[in-house]
């Protein structure tokens, strides 16, 4: 079926490529511009689709594109976004409609929702998941944006989005940055559920000495029960590969910011979301290679577990972290949504991501069946999520008290048993932070028996 729709695509890399296929198969005409010219044809002339125009500069595109214009941006995060932006200006019109489908910082996106505005432009603030894969087949897509601009995309974004058993995987999260941080906090989550993943390989491959075929099998196994999701699969498809073994890839990873931003965001907001933090310290550790190098040959040890906690139990560990990092990730989208009135629904989040995007797993149909109808104040309080907790609980003890033993280093399952043990904690040692904090800057200190009035007190 030919759409009247024409959309414009600036930025033809791959995800932009299998962006382009996308709307073409879902019977858009698309005008797409890429700096390297040359590229753009070549992609063109392996399609041979009379609905794919390519331009030779933004300026065809944008002439060639219907009023009011919709064009998607699909260049790298930062800088070039702001250089597109201020190249197109000029020559738009009021009501046309630029959407940033990169991993923009969210506050980014407040800024150029609010120049554009001031321009009579609209600025959609687009967070996409799933990879190029995602943008072929189907992303996860994140919205923020104008209710206008929201009504006149709708259409086209249901029919691109993936599709799951609750609806096309997208949903409207508010105006300015609120898509773009959806997104950011999706990408911390993914962090932690990965840096849990690689705590578990870790502990079986170096710890317990499993052969790579016990590992795959682990994995398979695990992604038969509650830990069914596109994360543990992808740990047993990279495991299976006859190309490439684990242990030929430098072990240093890296990161594009996201994960970052998202702690950025924690602090600013007062939230704690420790299991992310630790994943994303996970990884700067692993990228100090020459110090660990160094170190490790003043130091050794074997590091092999002698008391192997049960694959039941790595399971259960493993649950129990990835529930820690949803509920931390949530608790802060729910606290962005205050500070920045977005008119955000988090039950809108699970049906998101349940297909397309890279967190995608039955732990979302749990969420979505648990809290139609209720409003939880935190992910914690939903049943499913407290219970799993508390099943999990110690067979997460076992596994982190055996890998202690062993030195196998497991950072975000550590944090989400601390940020645990915290958070039900009725008490905490924090009376003596606040002795010393009024003992050496008179800062002041509440007393339980009169537990509004700051006092300070002489030590
Ligand atoms: C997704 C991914 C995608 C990408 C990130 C993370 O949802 O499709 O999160 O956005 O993988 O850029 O990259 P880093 O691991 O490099 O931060």
Not at 249 to 262: F, Y
């Amino acid at each position: 079926m030919k759409l009247d729709s024409h959309i414009g695509i600036v930025g033809l890399a791959t995800m932009g490529q299998n962006l382009c296929l996308n709307l073409l198969d879902q019977g858009y005409r698309v005008a797409a511009w890429n700096l390297e010219t040359q590229e753009a044809i070549r992609f063109a002339e392996s399609q041979d689709n009379d609905s794919l125009h390519i331009c030779e500069d933004l300026d065809e595109l944008i002439q060639h594109l219907p009023v009011p214009r919709k064009i998607i941006l699909l260049v790298r995060a930062g800088e070039p976004v702001d250089e597109v932006i201020a190249q197109c200006l000029g020559l738009l019109y009021q009501g046309d409609i630029l959407i940033d489908a990169g991993n923009s910082h969210y506050g980014d996106s407040e800024r150029r929702a609010r120049e554009l505005g001031e321009k009579g432009v609209e600025f959609v603030g687009l967070g996409v998941s799933g990879g190029s894969e995602g943008a072929r087949r189907g992303p996860s897509l994140m919205f923020g944006g104008s209710d206008s601009a929201w009504q006149a995309t709708k259409e086209i974004l249901e029919r691109t989005a993936a599709q799951s058993d609750y609806g096309p995987c997208l949903a409207n999260f508010g105006k300015g940055g609120a898509g773009h941080f959806v997104k950011m906090i999706h990408n911390g989550i993914e962090y932690a559920e990965m840096q849990l993943l690689a705590e578990a390989y870790d502990l079986m491959n170096r710890g317990m000495g499993m052969s790579s075929a016990e590992q795959i099998s682990a994995f398979e196994r695990f992604n038969e029960g509650p830990l069914n999701s596109f994360l543990v699969e992808l740990t047993a498809r990279v495991l299976r590969s006859r190309q490439t073994r684990l242990d030929e890839i430098v072990d240093s990873a890296g990161q594009k910011g996201t994960g970052r931003w998202a702690l950025e965001a924690g602090l600013d907001l007062g939230v704690p979301i420790p299991t992310i933090a630790a994943s994303v310290d996970a990884r700067a550790v692993s990228a100090l290679l020459d110090r660990r190098l160094r170190l490790s040959q003043r130091i050794s040890f074997d590091r092999d577990v002698s008391n192997a906690p049960s694959l039941e139990d790595i399971e259960r560990a493993l649950i129990f972290g990835k529930i820690c990092a949803f509920v931390q990730g949530v608790d802060l989208i729910e606290s962005a949504k205050e500070a920045h009135q977005w008119s955000l629904n988090i039950a809108d989040i699970p049906k998101t991501w349940r297909e397309g995007c890279i967190l995608r797993g039955v732990l979302l149909d749990h969420w979505i069946s648990e809290i139609e109808g209720t409003e939880p104040k935190s992910l914690i309080d939903v049943s499913y999520f407290w219970e799993e907790l508390v099943r999990c609980d110690e067979a997460a003890r076992i596994v982190l008290s055996d890998c202690m033993e062993a030195r196998i280093p497991m950072p975000a399952l550590t944090a989400s048993l601390s940020w645990f043990d915290s958070i039900t904690s009725g008490r905490l040692p924090q009376n003596l932070t606040q002795a010393q904090r009024d003992a050496f800057g008179a800062h002041g200190l509440y007393l339980w028996n009169d537990p509004d009035r700051l006092v300070h007190k002489e030590w």
